[in-house]
């Protein structure tokens, strides 16, 4: 993205890209995600990656798991990666290949690899040694709640082909951020923080739609009780 660009440029491109109105619970999600990433894209240190990849996309299909109609989430993602000059096929390539070296691969080896205990070789597992190796090294990396999102992502997709319970996941999670130098409380805190945010948006579609259909039966008593 050209650095000069504003946070007002990102929210006007995006609806321009999609001039369709956007649900009402969802308006302000899809407002602060956009901020969020415009300001993390715009900052010098930011380098993308496909953990950033990984958690972008978890953090929008969580937060518009229920947004309706269906159809319309991945027109609504199309134009957000529009907005933010990012690549839509490139995401979803770089957080496919990571989710399948999870999913697929031995879970000790590649939580090893992760953890910076074991050589990646020339297999698959390489470019996620790389990525990590180069991140481990950096002086100056920008982290992010999305980074962390990828991360834990990642760290679940290995946790369920190996059947690892969460108090598991959560010490792979404290070595991989040793061997990155994150701060683990803090990555932590953002996890709990975006798991309390879908609790809210969850509450609130469901108040919504009680009052949608209390609304509905009232129109529909009313117009029982009207004389033909």
């Known amino acids: 993205m050209t650095s000069k660009r504003t946070v007002s440029d990102s929210k006007r491109a995006f609806f321009a890209a999609y001039p369709r109105p956007v649900n009402s619970i969802y308006r302000r999600v899809i407002d602060e995600l956009l901020v969020e990433v415009h300001l993390l894209i715009t900052n010098q240190d930011f380098r993308y990656d496909p953990l950033f990849a990984t958690g972008l996309l978890t953090a929008y299909q969580a937060l518009m798991e229920g947004y309706t109609p269906v159809e319309q ?55 996620v040694s790389d990525t990590l190796t180069g991140i481990a090294g950096a002086e100056r ?3 992010s709640r999305l980074f962390s999102l990828g991360l834990a992502n990642i760290l679940e997709q290995v946790g369920r082909a190996a059947a690892m319970s969460e108090k598991d996941r959560l010490e792979r999670l404290q070595q991989v951020c040793t061997y990155l130098t994150l701060d683990y409380n803090r990555v932590k805190r953002d996890l709990d923080f975006f798991h309390a945010v879908l609790e809210r948006i969850k509450r609130s579609k469901e108040v919504v739609d009680e009052l949608s259909q209390t609304e509905r039966r009232k129109r529909e008593e009313r117009a029982v009780s009207q004389p033909g």
């Open 141 to 143: 990396f920008k982290y």
């Open 73 to 127: 989430r991945d027109a609504i993602l199309r134009a957000f990666c529009t907005a933010l000059e990012l690549s839509y096929d490139q995401l979803h390539a770089d957080a496919a290949q990571w989710r399948a070296i999870a999913a697929e691969l031995p879970a000790q080896e590649v939580l090893e690899v992760m953890a910076g205990k074991r050589e990646a070789g020339d297999g698959r597992l390489k470019t």
